[in-house]
């Protein structure tokens, strides 16, 4: 099967990451695939369009002609209202969606009849997320550099060092969730020699934390009492909590903010979802922070966009196995013999497929598996 695949150029503010690298292009192209990427898509991160021709593709100038042309469309970020708008019932959408919290985009991509996968709802044979490891890996990381610039005096912050110095207490770092974000947020923190809490609820995955980083870090069992005491106690708390499709649970009050030392910093990682602070909401690369209760907050939505490069080539690495079962099966049959990307599909012909977002979005739930057959 011979599939047109369409990379626009990314739109949402400060966003520089691009669908596929030339490297995925040729892969694609080798397999019979056409390849059409929207001119000046990857030049921010130096995938330069004359890359894309070398590797099979043909320039487009417009995202009109792009989707217009296309039958998959592959994106990074989840699709802004004027490309909704530009969906057809017969395209296939592979991209970032979380559309728990956006019922706005839900809604444009029922109206547009098409097909929608969610790189966050694709699923592993251990359970896993697959597509979201690499940004959730990158985000973590992110989530210890932006607040220790946050924490600095000059932005608002504190005035603490998360290493410390000699004769000086480091910084005290919560991080509440001990998955992929989580982890590596605790991995960048000691490493810069802070004093590090790690927050769950789960025993086995707070055994697997203390095996893996051994008594430098501290393991806490997230209860509302300690999540109060720790929360208070911190200079920089990091939110790397989630639910599968699902909004983000509000695990920090606005009352406890006035507990926390003034320029204290709240890091939301799961403000794609909601945020799991109750006085999240987003922001962008361009205004990053804001302050509420003299607690500043970095609730960026596209945390990883910051560093597109290392991003794009991150995801292409996980992603390009699905786009080229998608291109080389058909949607359908790509989804009918692979369950764990049939957990990706959140939208077909109007119909919410994914449990968790229709429950979040109060609307009906189709089961994904009637979609495919026949």
């Known amino acids: 099967m011979v599939t047109r695949i369409g990379v ?4 949402k503010n400060h966003e520089y990451r691009v669908g596929l690298t030339p490297a995925s292009v040729r892969e694609l192209a080798a397999d019979g695939h056409s390849l059409l990427v929207q001119s000046g898509a990857g030049a921010e991160i130096g995938f330069s369009d004359e890359a894309y021709r070398a590797a099979g593709a043909e320039i487009a100038e417009t995202a009109e002609e792009i989707f217009a042309r296309s039958e998959l469309i592959v994106k990074v970020k989840e699709p ?3 490309e909704c708008r530009r969906l057809r019932p017969d395209q296939v959408l592979f991209t970032y969606l ?3 919290p956006d019922p706005e985009q839900a809604r444009l991509l029922m109206d547009s009849g098409c097909t929608a996968i969610a790189y966050e709802t694709v699923t592993d044979r251990a359970g896993r997320l697959p597509l979201l490891a690499p940004m959730s890996e990158i985000a973590g990381r992110m989530a210890i550099q932006v607040g220790a610039v946050a924490l600095q005096k ?7 060092l998360l290493g410390g110095v000699p004769g000086v207490l480091p910084g005290k770092v919560l991080v509440i969730g001990g998955g992929v974000v989580g982890a590596n947020a605790a991995r960048m923190a000691m490493g810069l020699g802070a004093d590090v809490t790690i927050a769950d609820r789960s025993m086995p995955r707070l055994a697997q934390l203390d095996d893996l980083f051994g008594p430098r870090l ?23 909590v989630l639910v599968p499709g699902a909004a983000a649970p509000k695990l920090v009050r606005r009352d ?9 910093v709240l890091v939301d990682v799961a403000i794609d979802q909601g945020g799991c602070f109750e006085t999240s909401h987003a922001t962008t690369h361009s205004d990053p922070t804001y302050v509420v209760d003299g607690v500043v907050h970095y609730c960026v939505a596209n945390m ?3 560093v597109a490069r290392t991003s794009t080539e991150a995801l292409n690495h996980a992603t390009l196995p699905f786009v080229q079962a998608l291109a080389g099966k058909g949607w359908k049959r790509a989804l009918a013999e692979d369950p764990h990307l049939l957990a990706g599909l959140n939208v077909q012909a109007g119909r919410l497929t994914h449990p968790a977002v229709a429950e979040a979005l109060a609307q009906p739930f189709t089961d994904p598996r009637e979609t495919v057959r026949g």
Do not use: C, W
Request: hydrophobic share 40%.
């Open 8 to 11: 626009p150029k990314e739109i």
């Open 80 to 82: 802004q209202p004027a």
């Open 98 to 100: 979380h559309l728990a």
């Open 154 to 160: 000059s932005n608002g912050g504190s005035g603490i």
């Open 218 to 240: 501290k393991t806490v069992y997230a209860s509302a009492d300690t999540l109060d005491r720790l929360v208070a106690d911190a200079d920089l708390v990091v939110g790397a």
């Open 256 to 264: 406890q903010l006035a507990g926390m030392r003034r320029g204290s």
């Open 304 to 306: 990883p966009g910051a």
